[in-house]
């Protein structure tokens, strides 16, 4: 029996497959489209085609020839095979972001953009001609993508995203258009789960904060005669005893440019400056006040110095929020948490999660900034869950080991 019998048996496909030479027929096709021949370039590449030897160059010959007679359509076609045997070809990247640009679907075409600038960025082309075609392409992303962010937000104003009961739409909103980034939870050292990830609370849902409000100016008139002792303050960061000290504290340790004067430390009253400061614990006889044994709460002033700059940090567990009442706020000065910077205002109190990464600063060049700092229970823990968080980190704290030899 003759070899050629057994590759007819095969299909008439695989004995075609046998016959052709598809680097020669794509030649003839490209020379074909460069003469300005299409149908006798298709001819050609419908061979290989048909015999399955179509590679991603082959394909994107496809779709150049059918872009040349004016066949959106099987152009289009042509690309996605090209494209499913070489996702990151810019040239048919490009081209089918061209075939929907023209075809009215401009989203569409502005994310096949996009995905040219990314891979380009990491790969710039040495053709210079495609390399041409990608500035383009990144041109046009950045044309579509103003269109579309103007077109979603003439939408949402029209339907009052701006309203202040549609905060949390406006921020998705923003997420969608890439103007705000993502701030999980990152507590240093306990992480409560599910609970909702906010960065600053509403005031409204705090009707106590209101007694601590009212005690401003009374709170700011001791605060006056703290600040006329020039000891009272210590530095914010100290080191702990038996800790490493590790580069996060960004030069505030033991920096005085970040003081503070405690009334409660570690969960445990200072009672000589609570005897200064008594109208602060009045303030806050209905505030939730979060009680860990040794670690919480904390209560005091907090000083930043003209020109500080409290760097990007996160707090130690997310199953607690942190309070502020502005004191002494001058120009400049202001607070990020997430993705949202606020000012602080004289006697206007602020709640925010510290577990997700935030920073301050004082921008004013002779005033300090001062606030009264508290934190207190998440309200979506129950009582039992607060107990036993408490228990939880209290027995973190004793921990002791019996002493060993080592080595």
């Not at 004016?70 to 090209?82: C, D, F, I, M, V």
């Not at 607070?335 to 004289?346: D, F, I, L, N, S």
């Amino acid at each position: 029996e003759h070899p050629s019998a057994n590759i007819q048996r095969a299909g008439p496909q695989a004995f075609l497959m046998t016959l052709i030479d598809p680097d020669l027929l794509l030649r003839d096709a490209i020379s074909a489209l460069r003469s300005h021949r299409p149908e006798d370039a298709l001819e050609l590449l419908d061979q290989i085609t048909a015999a399955g030897r179509g590679n991603a160059a082959v394909w994107l010959a496809v779709a150049m020839t059918h872009n040349g007679l004016g066949n959106p359509a099987r152009e289009l076609a042509a690309l996605n095979e090209a494209l499913k045997l070489e996702p990151r070809n810019l040239r048919a990247l490009i081209m089918t972001g061209d075939n929907l640009a023209a075809a009215g679907d401009g989203r569409a075409a502005c994310i096949y953009y996009d995905a040219v600038g990314k891979i380009a960025a990491m790969q710039p082309p040495a053709d210079q001609g495609l390399a041409a075609q990608v500035t383009r392409a990144r041109r046009l992303a950045l044309e579509y993508g103003a269109e579309f962010e103007n077109h979603l937000l003439a939408t949402m104003a029209a339907e009052g995203v701006d309203q202040p009961g549609a905060r949390r739409v406006r921020e998705s909103l923003d997420l969608m258009l890439g103007k705000r980034q993502i701030y999980l939870q990152q507590p240093r050292h306990y992480y409560f789960p599910e609970l909702p990830n906010i960065a600053w609370a509403e005031r409204a849902a705090f009707p106590w904060l209101a007694e601590v409000e009212a005690a401003t100016d009374a709170i700011r008139g001791e605060l006056g005669q703290v600040l006329q002792d020039g000891a009272a303050f210590a530095p914010y960061l100290e080191p702990e005893p038996n800790r490493p000290v590790f580069a996060e504290t960004r030069g505030m340790l033991d920096n005085p440019a970040w003081s503070s004067f405690y009334l409660w430390k570690s969960g445990a009253p200072v009672p000589e400056n609570i005897a200064r400061c008594p109208s602060v614990m009045a303030a806050l006889e209905n505030a939730p006040l979060c009680k860990i044994a040794g670690r919480t709460p904390s209560v005091f002033f907090s000083l930043l110095q003209p020109g500080a700059h409290i760097q990007p940090h996160h707090g130690f567990t997310n199953a607690r929020y942190i309070c502020h009442l502005p004191l002494i706020v001058p120009d400049g000065c202001a607070m990020r948490v997430g993705a949202e910077t606020r000012p602080w205002a004289q006697g206007e109190a602020c709640i925010f999660d510290d577990s997700i990464e935030h920073e301050a600063w004082n921008k004013h060049p002779d005033a300090l900034r001062v606030v009264l700092i508290f934190d207190i229970w998440r309200p979506e823990l129950r009582e039992t869950e607060r107990s036993l968080v408490s228990t939880l980190l209290q027995a973190v704290d004793s921990y002791r080991s019996p002493p060993r030899s080592v080595g």
